[in-house]
């Protein structure tokens, strides 16, 4: 059984706004990690502005 992973660090999406938690795949970069997906890197244009 998997353990619950506690106390990841988190930042917010600039696309979308939502939370998004550390993954082991940014443990290299996660100080450049800027989007919580794909999705919202190749949307980055059409909704950054919509935030503010």
């Given amino acids: 059984m998997a353990h619950k992973k506690v106390n ?3 930042k917010i999406c600039a696309t979308c706004g939502k ?3 550390w993954r082991k795949k940014w ?3 996660w100080e450049d990690v800027k989007y919580c997906s794909e999705r919202c ?3 980055k244009n059409t909704n ?3 935030l503010v």
Avoid: G, H, I, M
């Fill in 19 to 21: 939370p998004f938690a």
């Fill in 48 to 50: 950054e502005s919509s």
């Fill in 8 to 10: 990841l660090p988190e």
């Fill in 27 to 29: 443990a290299k970069n």
């Fill in 41 to 43: 890197r190749r949307n």
